[in-house]
């Protein structure tokens, strides 16, 4: 794992964050802890934007720029994150891995929480958010209520349907920046 984590640092140097997140998984923490390093850090907001930001100006130099906080993926994993939380013992009973997957739910908080100190904020999320299609299934499993249940989803829909207008239709989108190959396809198929 760790071998294949540094391959994929080669292609793009925030793949180091998997390494983090490796280790941070591979830690059983218990709730009352989840509860106290969230809240810790999240009082400790200012010293870790400072930090993190010093991180990534040694890491990257001037390369790339700080694209500031990104609110819809914060708010997405601080909620997934109180889920997780939430449902702690019953997540931990139905896998072998629950742990891992809470663990992974803290982490991915922490750096969206922190994401205003990240250098393209949106790359960490997107290289991160794949942990999400095995956490929040294991979420909603947990769940023995059904008004709860309802809840839940309508907080994840309602995040996801947010974080996609938001990545997709405001008007200074990143995705804009990108250009898809089929406006282009006939000229580049077109027998000379």
């Known amino acids: 794992c760790i071998l294949l984590l540094l391959l994929a640092a080669t292609f793009h140097t925030v793949s180091f964050v998997y390494l983090v997140v490796y280790l941070v998984c591979c830690i059983h923490i218990e709730r009352k802890t989840l509860i106290i390093i969230g ?4 009082l400790l907001y200012p010293v870790t934007q400072v930090i993190l930001r010093t991180i ?8 790339y720029t ?5 609110s819809s993926y914060a708010i997405l994993s601080v909620a997934i994150f109180a889920m997780c939380i939430n449902n702690y013992d019953t997540i ?3 896998s072998p891995s629950g742990s891992a997957l809470i663990n992974y739910s803290l982490a991915m908080f922490i ?3 922190n994401s205003g100190a ?4 949106f790359r960490f999320f997107d290289a ?3 942990g999400y299609i095995f956490i929040i299934p294991y979420v909603i499993r947990s769940t023995r209520k059904n008004e709860e249940r309802v809840l839940f989803y309508f ?6 349907g947010i974080w996609f207008y938001n990545a997709f239709y405001v008007d200074d989108i990143i995705f804009s920046k990108y250009q898809f190959v089929f406006p282009e396809w006939s000229t580049a198929t077109r027998l000379p």
């Not at 809240?39 to 999240?42: A, E, Q």
């Open 56 to 63: 990534m100006n040694a890491a990257v130099g001037e390369y």
């Open 128 to 130: 991160l958010k794949i």
């Open 39 to 42: 809240v810790t850090l999240t």
């Open 92 to 94: 931990c009973a139905m």
């Open 118 to 121: 990240l250098m393209l904020p």
């Open 111 to 113: 750096f969206m929480l």
């Open 66 to 70: 700080f694209a500031g906080f990104a």
């Open 155 to 160: 907080v994840i829909f309602a995040l996801l």
